[in-house]
Nanobody
Framework: VQLQASGGGLVQAGGSLRLSCAAS????????MAWFRQAPGKEREFVAG????????YYADSVRDRFTISTDSAKNMVYLQMNSLKPEDAAVYYC?????????????????????WGQGTQVTVSS
């Protein structure tokens, strides 16, 4: 399983970015996908997750109504559309995959449930 994240960059507060995660080597219906982020000096935190089989989504309170996670099964991609960005959104963003034996397993926010990780992409938000 390989995950390749991209799309980070520098944006002004209030702006938008779309992160992409190219996934390969996995059977999509048996995985939940998520985005996490880690700011300097802080622990890695859950941002958003999605269940591939039915696109059920789950968001951290801090990003709900601003960020949208989605998938494109035909392209094996997971996206994170980030709108109304704030300086506190600045971090390295990671995509992650969690194997699930049940295709309708709940999306979790615990990073230790995710065994596959991409390399991270930097998001910087200027005030």
């Amino acid at each position: 399983v390989q995950l390749q994240a991209s799309g980070g960059g520098l944006v002004q507060a209030g702006g938008s970015l779309r992160l992409s995660c190219a996934a390969s080597g996995l059977t999509f219906n048996h995985y939940n996908m998520a985005w996490f982020r880690q700011a300097p000096g802080k622990e890695r935190e859950f941002v958003a997750g999605i269940r591939w089989i039915d696109d059920y989504t789950y968001y951290a309170d801090s990003v709900r109504d601003r960020f949208t996670i989605s998938t494109d099964s035909a392209k094996n991609m997971v996206y994170l559309q980030m709108n109304s960005l704030k300086p506190e959104d600045a971090a390295v963003y990671y995509c992650a995959a969690r194997f699930v034996s049940s295709m309708r397993a709940s999306v979790t926010r615990n990073e230790y449930d995710y065994r596959k990780w991409g390399q991270g992409t930097q998001v910087t938000v200027s005030s």
